[in-house]
Structures are given as structure tokens and as C-alpha cells.
């Protein structure tokens, strides 16, 4: 009797397969958490890459001013013996491009505005439904001028703010 006498002790079979099952295990649970973390980044990945190439088509939104607040432009309207003060003029663009075109053709839109305001008569600016209408000839003559029409309109001119100060009769 060799194991009661302090001899080599026998390994036991199933600790040691134990062990080995434990390890195998292990291995297996870190390799599908390791797949799985690269998985998730590389298809957030995607969806970021994904989302921007959706963001591109969508308009951002920018403030563009053609008419700084407290300018006091006038423009005469028609009859030559009323003007309109307009106390600022901005608008609100989806693109930066816009922006852009509407600085560098500045005065080409304030020659369109003073030649708009021309055809108009005290009474068409003194009302909510003529304001609104020259609000629309406003944005649909600087779209024209800075190209943004058809499908691009809507990287163009989206909102007209317009401040009217005054209407005054001048002699």
C-alpha cells in the first residue's frame, strides 16, 4: 500500500478534467465577447458613416443677413412718393453655399428688392396677406438669384425675415 505510506499521491482524473473544461470555457467566453465588442464598433461604425451621408442631404439651417437691424434702408415704392424703411432683412438658409452666394451677390439682390418694392403700393405693405406675399416674392427672387432652384431649393432661401419700420410719404 504505497498511498498509505506517504508515496506519490494519484492524480485524480476528473479535477484535472475539471480544469481543462474551466479553461476551455474561459477561452470561449472572452473570444465571443472579443467578436462580439468588434462587431458592435464596426457596425456603429457604419451607421455613423450612414448617418452622414444622410445628414449631406439634409439642409442646414443658417442665418444669412442681407439687411443689417438699424440700417434703415429705403426703398421707394410706387408712385415715387412713398418709401418703405426696412430696418432688416435676413433669411434663413439651408446651406452655407447660399450664404455665401447671397454676400457675394449683394447688390445684385438689393437692385431685384428696390425694382420689387417699386411695384408696390402702400396699402399691398400695410396688410399680414401682403407682407407674406412680398416675404414669398422675396425668397423666390433671391433663390432665382443665387441659382437655387428646382431641386436644390431646398439649400436656398427657406424663411424671409423682414422688418418694416416705417411708410412714409416723401415730397
Request: with cysteine; net charge negative.
Amino acid at each position: 500500500m504505497p498511498d498509505e505510506e506517504g508515496g506519490r499521491p494519484e492524480r485524480s482524473g476528473p479535477s484535472f478534467l475539471l480544469m481543462i473544461l474551466i479553461a476551455a470555457a474561459v477561452a470561449a467566453g472572452l473570444s465571443f465577447g472579443v467578436s462580439f465588442m468588434l462587431i458592435k464598433m464596426m457596425g456603429s461604425n457604419t451607421q455613423t458613416t450612414q448617418s452622414q451621408q444622410t445628414q449631406a442631404a439634409q439642409p442646414v439651417y443658417v442665418k444669412a443677413v442681407l439687411i443689417v437691424e438699424g440700417s434703415n434702408e429705403m426703398f421707394m415704392l410706387k408712385g415715387g412718393k412713398d418709401v418703405a424703411v426696412v430696418d432688416g432683412l435676413s433669411f434663413m438658409v439651408g446651406s452655407d453655399e447660399c450664404r455665401a452666394s447671397i454676400a457675394d451677390l449683394r447688390l445684385q439682390i438689393l437692385d431685384a428688392l428696390e425694382t420689387l418694392f417699386l411695384s408696390k403700393e402702400k396699402t399691398e405693405l400695410t396688410s399680414v396677406a401682403g407682407r407674406e406675399l412680398l416675404k414669398k416674392q422675396i425668397k423666390d427672387m433671391v433663390n432665382e438669384i443665387t441659382g437655387f432652384i428646382g431641386e436644390k431649393e431646398k439649400f436656398g432661401v427657406l424663411q424671409v425675415s423682414l422688418r418694416l419700420k416705417a411708410i412714409s410719404r416723401v415730397e
